[in-house]
T-cell receptor
């Protein structure tokens, strides 16, 4: 079945440093979604990318969808303590397959 | 609008028992999907219901079942509970069918512990 792999599994940064998480699918995706889950919380939708090579920005967050639509990345510039949480990518044909997530912790 | 609500929030059961979890979607959302979240397996898709019909199903045994009512509220049932069923069960609603095409609005989840 389809697999979505995400790296790294954990990332610890100093506040103000940048952060990037990478997502790779075993199959071509029609689109990819990104979610954030705060500790003790539930996943919250961040964005959906649809087009090959698409780049979208939300303030300090930059999302990219690969040209082959098999990989994606999320980059956070100048992290803040509010960015703490686990970031998931997800994609699939009808069924949503989630990556294992990247847990971001920040040293203030 | 009120968000997705799930009841109960916490549940403790013993092996062999069965359990029913409930989910009320955001008003106007007709699709409800269920997910299991565990530290080992991560977030896994269970099934999706739209207009009272199961539209998609994940790779879970038949002990896991669900249904959706005419008001879009959904329930999922797990029979003959096993220790490995201990997890956070998340419900998500969306406006359209096809979880991979529609923004998922997640509820707070039901934490199930099987002893």
């Amino acid at each position: 079945g389809q697999q979505v792999m995400q790296i790294p599994q954990y990332q610890h940064v100093q506040e103000g440093e940048d952060f990037t998480t990478y997502c790779n699918s075993s199959t071509t995706l029609s689109n990819i979604q990104w979610y954030k889950q705060r500790p003790g919380g539930h996943p919250v939708f961040l964005i959906q990318l649809v087009k090959s090579g698409e780049v979208k920005k939300q303030k300090r967050l930059t999302f990219q969808f690969g040209e082959a639509k098999k990989n994606s990345s999320l980059h956070i510039t100048a992290t803040q303590t509010t960015d703490v949480g686990t970031y998931f990518c997800a994609g699939g044909a009808q069924k949503l397959v989630f990556g294992q997530g990247t847990r971001l912790t920040i040293n203030p | 609008k009120a968000g997705v609500t799930q009841t109960p929030r916490y549940l403790i059961k013993t092996r062999g028992q069965q359990v029913t979890l409930s989910c009320s979607p955001i008003s106007g959302h007709r699709s409800v999907s269920w997910y299991q979240q565990t530290p080992g397996q991560g977030l896994q898709f269970l099934f999706e219901y739209f207009s009272e019909t199961q539209r998609n199903k994940g790779n879970f045994p038949g002990r896991f079942s669900g249904r959706q009512f005419s008001n879009s509220r959904s329930e999922m049932n797990v029979s003959t509970l096993e220790l490995g069923d201990s997890a956070l069960y998340l419900c998500a609603s969306s406006q359209g069918v096809g979880a991979s095409y529609n923004e998922q609005f997640f509820g707070p989840g039901t934490r199930l512990t099987v002893l």
